[in-house]
């Protein structure tokens, strides 16, 4: 089978993990054209709360990324303002719809069906966040073992000797 581009044609190759990032070349007439294949084979993935499996996309868009990011840097507010259906929305677009139909109901729930906000939900989503290829920043624990730094965060070199040793 070969793929058709106006004056070029190019082998398919099978889809395939090992292929992504490959350079191959097609012809246009007497001309060779270098084309990098960003072709995926896309694989669900799934997380298990309790008794329930949830099964996540495996690849999202640019909306979905972006409500992700956004819910993760607000879960706080949002949970004192009652606001579940931003947090449901979300997983409506991370989760197949059994899945985000059974996650919503978890997350509204009161007693032991309840997903745990701080064990579970904020876990959950800093996962996703890292399967997805984003760098989610981890909250601050509620307390702390040393006293604050005067720069208020740690340095790189905290807790080093400026002292070389020969």
């Given at each position: 089978m070969t793929t058709s581009l106006p004056g070029t044609t190019v082998?398919?190759?099978?889809v395939d993990e090992?292929?992504?990032?490959?350079?191959?070349?097609v012809t246009d007439g007497d001309d060779?054209?270098?084309?990098?294949?960003?072709?995926?084979?896309?694989?669900?993935?799934?997380?298990?709360?309790?008794r329930d499996v949830f099964v996540a996309h495996a690849a999202l868009g640019l909306p979905a990324?972006?409500?992700?990011?956004?819910?993760?840097?607000?879960?706080?507010?949002a949970l004192r303002g009652g606001e579940y259906s931003q947090i449901a929305?979300?997983?409506?677009?991370?989760l197949d719809e059994a899945s985000a139909a059974r996650f919503t109901e978890r997350i509204k729930a009161r007693?032991?069906?309840?997903?745990?906000?701080?064990?579970?939900?904020?876990?959950?989503?800093y996962w996703l966040m890292e399967k997805h290829g984003l760098r989610p920043t981890q909250l601050s624990s509620d307390s702390s073992a040393g006293s604050p730094s005067a720069t208020g965060g740690t340095t790189s070199t905290?807790?080093?000797?400026?002292?070389?040793?020969v």
């Open positions: 082998a398919d190759a099978p090992d292929i992504v990032g490959t350079v191959t070349s060779e054209i270098e084309i990098k294949d960003f072709t995926l084979k896309v694989k669900k993935f799934g997380f298990r709360i309790d990324m972006q409500d992700l990011v956004r819910v993760s840097r607000g879960l706080g507010e929305e979300v997983f409506q677009e991370l007693g032991a069906d309840t997903i745990d906000v701080k064990r579970q939900l904020m876990p959950v989503i905290g807790g080093s000797s400026t002292e070389a040793s």
